[in-house]
């Protein structure tokens, strides 16, 4: 038994290992049929060979228009918006209202305080961390950046906006190489800049990235003020808003004031309507003559007025070489309170002391002048002298105003 069992490993390990063939595949036999031929003659022989028909494609569903998914975009959610279109009727769109974007890109991000981690356990005098309650998605950022974001604007402009001096100091100061942006002087004022991603020192001191807000103010002003803030001897009408900058400074803390200007003068004899910014497109836009905005004065007379010199206001007169004439003139009824006699005269071109002249040159001697409406905007009746207001949309509207 053992001679067997060691013959039969012996063979086992010395003999060549035997490949066992796997038989080929059948292929299915392909029926054919000859085809009988119309001559006597030999021919080739024609095979009829005919195949299954492919199997129909399925049909793609069609969409479903209540459905709540968009195959265009891989079944990604699709959340209709609800609004009210201009007609006063409500529809649906696809895309959030460009008003909530606006208001929400500019309100304060809300923020949440996290648990205090282990590290910050260490530090006692450490504050827990704090993030943002929300992120909001590329393609909202993207929208508000083309839509809302204010474009790079001029140099020159900046540095007004931001209070460092009127826009003429501020291209000599440009010109003067007192400026950087991004560690290089420049010398050009028409260079775009923005200053929010842009580093600009102005004689060695860092602009903030923060501008100031835009200011739109209506002031009654009072006899003896002058339009200007150049001349320290003289009172300004920007000195009736330092309690109004204090208010505005602890509102918007850690964000420079906002270099105050007035659209237009008065004269230091005239009171009335007097409109401050810090917005210099707004300023050349309602004072542009393209604007074509009408003043509106109360001229007080001393003497008497009769209709000829109403008739030689209304005829005009000569203004820097330009014949001015009045829109209308109109004598007011007497008051009580008041003895002399008032005119209402409304003008259009606003040109130096142009009101006075055309009384003037009447034969008549104003005793007082008040302007009390510019374009669409009248001085409030309630609203003391050396007062303000702050302009709303509507107002701004009023006066012309299309941004």
Same mark, same amino acid.
């Given at each position: ?10 063979s ?39 195949? $299954? /028909? ?5 049909? /793609?569903?069609?969409?479903d ?24 009727n409500?529809?649906?769109q ?7 974007? &606006?208001a929400?890109?500019?309100s304060?991000?809300a ?8 590290k ?31 474009p790079? +604007?001029?140099l020159?402009?900046?540095?007004? $906006? ?11 100061l440009?010109?003067?190489? #007192?400026?950087?942006?991004n ?6 004022? +028409?260079?775009r800049?923005d ?5 600009? %020192? ?7 990235? *923060? ?16 339009c ?6 003289s ?14 400074? *602890? ?5 420079? #004031? ?7 003068r ?18 050349? +836009?309602?004072?542009? /003559?393209?604007?074509n905005?009408?003043?509106? %004065?109360? $001229? ?11 008739? $030689? ?5 000569v203004?820097?070489?330009? &014949?001015?004439?009045p ?7 007497? +008051? ?6 008032r005119?209402?005269?409304?003008? &259009?071109?606003?040109? *130096? &002391? ?25 001085? /409030? ?20 105003w299309?941004?």
């Amino acid at each position: 038994m053992a001679a067997t069992v060691a013959s039969l490993s012996s063979s086992l390990l010395f003999s060549k290992p035997s490949l066992t063939l796997r038989p080929f595949r059948t292929l299915p036999r392909i029926i054919t049929s000859s085809l009988p031929s119309s001559s006597s003659s030999p021919s080739p022989p024609q095979f009829n060979i005919s195949f $299954a /028909p492919p199997k129909p494609k399925p049909k /793609p569903s069609e969409p479903d228009p209540f459905s709540d998914s968009d195959p265009e975009s891989g079944g990604q959610l699709i959340i209709p918006w609800i609004v009210r279109g201009e007609d006063g009727n409500l529809k649906l769109q696809m895309h959030p209202p460009a008003r909530l974007l &606006h208001a929400t890109a500019n309100s304060d991000t809300a923020t949440t305080t996290t648990k205090v981690t282990k590290k910050n356990k260490i530090n006692k005098n450490k504050s827990s961390e704090v993030v943002p309650k929300s992120n909001y998605s590329k393609a909202a950022r993207r929208f508000y950046n083309d839509n809302f974001k204010d474009p790079p +604007q001029r140099l020159s402009k900046v540095l007004a $906006a931001a209070g460092v001096a009127s826009r003429r100091s501020s291209e000599e100061l440009i010109f003067g190489g #007192k400026v950087t942006v991004n560690g290089s002087v420049c010398n050009t004022p +028409q260079t775009r800049v923005d200053p929010a991603k842009d580093i600009i %020192y102005v004689n060695g001191n860092r602009l903030p990235k *923060k501008q100031p807000p835009k200011v739109y103010l209506a002031l009654n002003k009072p006899k003896g003020y002058i339009c200007s803030s150049g001349d320290k001897e003289s009172k300004s009408v920007l000195s009736l808003l330092d309690d109004y900058l204090k208010i505005l400074d *602890k509102r918007n803390s850690g964000v420079p #004031k906002p270099r105050l200007f007035t659209v237009g003068r008065l004269d230091v004899a005239t009171t009335g309507l007097i409109i401050v910014t810090n917005d210099g497109d707004f300023a050349q +836009q309602i004072s542009h /003559p393209s604007a074509n905005l009408s003043k509106e %004065y109360i $001229a007080v007379i001393d003497g008497d007025v009769n209709k000829r010199h109403l008739i $030689a206001i209304n005829g005009g007169t000569v203004i820097e070489g330009v &014949h001015c004439t009045p829109d209308s003139v109109e004598l007011l009824p007497r +008051q009580p309170d008041i003895p002399r006699p008032r005119l209402r005269i409304v003008v &259009h071109e606003g040109r *130096k &002391h142009e009101v006075r002249e055309l009384v003037k040159n009447a034969g008549l001697e104003i005793h007082s002048l008040k302007r009390v409406r510019i374009g669409g905007f009248r001085l /409030p009746s309630d609203l003391g002298i050396g007062k303000h207001i702050e302009l709303k949309q509507s107002h701004l509207k009023a006066l012309g105003w299309k941004s």
